[in-house]
Each structure stands twice: as C-alpha cells, then as structure tokens.
C-alpha cells in the first residue's frame, strides 16, 4: 500500500486494502472479519448479509423439518481433524458439496496457498472455526510459513480464546513483517486477552510509536497504561494523539486527558534542551536523576520508558527489590525490568517529574541509562538533521476549547 492514504483518512497511510471493496485503509479502520481485512462499511455490510443469510436458512430449516428435512438440506456430514487426533463431525447442510470438494483439490495440491486460504474462509463462513483452525495449523506444518493463512489461524484462534495460539500466530505475522502495525495490535489484543498485560502494553507502546495518530490505538495504549497505574504515562499518549491526529480536538478524549492528570498528579516537562546529533552512531546525553546523581545515558526514541542500569539504580540509593516487573520494549527488542518511581529526571534545563523508570539490567558497558519516551513525549521534539541538532522544548499548554489543534 506504498504511497496510498486510506480512504476515510486522507492524512494516514494506507496499511491494507480492503478484502471486499478493495479501498486503502488504514490500522485504525482494518477489521478482520470473515477471513478478510475489511473497512467499517464493509463490516457493516457483511454482518447485515450474513443475518440475512441465516435467517433464510433457519427458514429453509423449518420447512426440511416438515417435510422430513433430511432430503432437503442434504444432511453431509464432513470430518475434520483436529489438533488432537480427534475427527468429530460439522454438519455443513446445503455447503457440503462444496466443502468436500475443496478438500479433495487440496489433496490434489496440498501445498496450494489460494486453494487453502478460500477453504479456512469457507470454513470460517460456515462457522466452523474449530475446522479452520486446525485446517490452517495443518497446511502450515506441511507446507510452511504462510503469512495469509496464518492471519486466519489468529482469527480462528482469538475466537475460540486459544489466546496462547493466537499470540503464537501473530507472533510469526510479525516475523515475517516486523513493521506492520496491524500485526502488532493483534499480539497486543491476544497478550491482553491471555491476562499477559505487560507484554500487552510493550507492543501497544510500539505500535503507537508508528501510528500515534490513529485514535483507536491511543486508547488501547491509555487503556494499558491505566490498568498498570500509570495515570500520567496514559494522558501523556492522548496528549501527543492530540498533537499529531491534525483534526478537531476529540472532546471525550480531552476530558479523559484532564482526569487522568488530576489522578495521577501530573507534570508536563518544562526548561529546553539541546543535543548534537550525530550523522551516525547514538545521541548521548548527561542526566540527573532526583537532583542527585548524574549519569550517561543514550537518547532512544525506540524505548518505551527511561531505563536505567542496576547500578546507577544503586548510586540513587533506589531497591527494585520487590518493584512490579515489566516486559520493557527498546529498539534492539524485549527485556524484563523492574520499574520504579523517581521524582525527577533533568536533562540540561529540560526536566520532568513524577515518572517511572525501569531499572533493566543488560544495558551497554558505559552505559548508565536510555532516555525513552515517558521523558521525551513531555515535551516538543525538533531534530535538524542538517543542523546535526535534537531540541527539546516545553509544551505549549493548550486550550481548553475544543477546537482544531495548533501546529
């Protein structure tokens, strides 16, 4: 979907094409419904055929019992194998005919990926999603990875709350597309739906550095971080959504904003910084920890929080003994911290206050820390790369009035 917008949003890319209307759209506006990627209106539209379509056959089904129904619906039976050796019968009525048809062309080519993705739909369309599950688990065993007919055993899997499978599907989506936000949300929703909340969170965190624009994604991620509580981390993402989704101030959004800053007690970041950035290589940067300690840490923007080693951690004076793990997400991947709160974080006279840190071991020899998103997203970034500058600067407070948002 290269230089495509989606089509409800003319400032997002594009992330798919709907399966149905072939329309771009974009992470916030997929659904994948019925085997497929589809926009709103298409979900909609399908939803309305599919009760159409089922009361014409609970009809069809009254008039098979009075007249003796077996004859009418054709009543085939079709065993599919499960995972566990298993073969219980679905009965697919009047569809029969063509399910077993397309089984036997598979077993004519069992490694045909166009011949397997329309079987798990029909399957799926049939309501048989026990049999498109182990269906797709099967023909990947046999044949390899399939991105297309792994993204059906998600589907299948999230609805027979096999969460642990699911994560494991988009799990491999996300290997063979690592920037794809729509793979990313799905392992977030299957770890939430497992009860995984940390690993949740590291991936909402991730894909919303992608796409903070998309509304719905801003509150999956505030959702997350609320249920960690961490009030000021969540209003910090609806703020930066403000700023970066170019539209008229979203008032239910603003109200949550404003609730969750008096919650939590929250600061925006104040003062001004200013960093050399280098052609290559890391941005380093001095910082005070709780107007105490001084380290050298690296500017990331891939991490999600201000991460800190265990010995700097000791210099503080700080115990992460006991302190809630965390699944923290960096830009060279996944690792288990401890996070804690500090009163404060200073870099030259930009500082913020009231946050967490995580306190994560295996960070780079002569390395005291990261400077990860819950600091920077407190304040306005600007990198001249031409210049070789990242500037850090206060936000401006904005007003209260829900109109549209200066840039």
Known sequence: ?????????????????CGNCLQPICGACSVFEGGKDRCPECVTRYWRARRVRTGVLAALGLAGLALGGALLLGQVRVSVSTSSGETPAFDYGRDAGRVARMRQALEREPCNRTLASEHLQLLMSLQDVRGAAAAGDAFIARCGKAPGIRALTYAAHMQLSEHALAVRDATELLDAMPNKTTYR????????AAGSHEAALADYQLAFEQQPEQ????VWLADSLERQFRPCDAALVLQRHAAEARRARDPELHLREEALVKVGDCHEGRGRAVLAMPRS????????????????????????????????????????????????????????????RVKSVELQSARAENLHVAVTPGLPPGVDGLLGMTFL??????????????????RERRPAAHGPIAR
């Not at 979907?1 to 094409?17: E, K």
């Not at 949300?185 to 939430?192: G, K, T, V, Y």
């Open 1 to 17: 979907m290269s230089g495509m917008s989606c089509h409800r949003h003319p400032d997002v890319p594009a992330t798919a094409a």
């Open 185 to 192: 949300i799905w392992r977030a929703q299957a770890h939430d």
């Open 215 to 218: 509304r719905q994604l801003a």
């Open 281 to 340: 290589g890391s941005i380093w940067a001095d910082v005070r920890v709780n107007d105490k300690a001084r380290g050298r840490f690296i500017v990331d923007t891939g991490a999600t929080e201000v991460a800190i080693s265990p010995a700097f951690a000791e210099r503080l004076g700080l115990n992460p003994k006991g302190a809630r793990p965390v699944l923290v997400a960096t830009a060279n991947g996944f690792t288990v911290a401890a996070l804690v």
């Open 377 to 394: 997203s407190r304040f306005q970034m600007h990198a001249d790369a031409r210049a070789g500058l990242m500037e850090l600067t206060a």
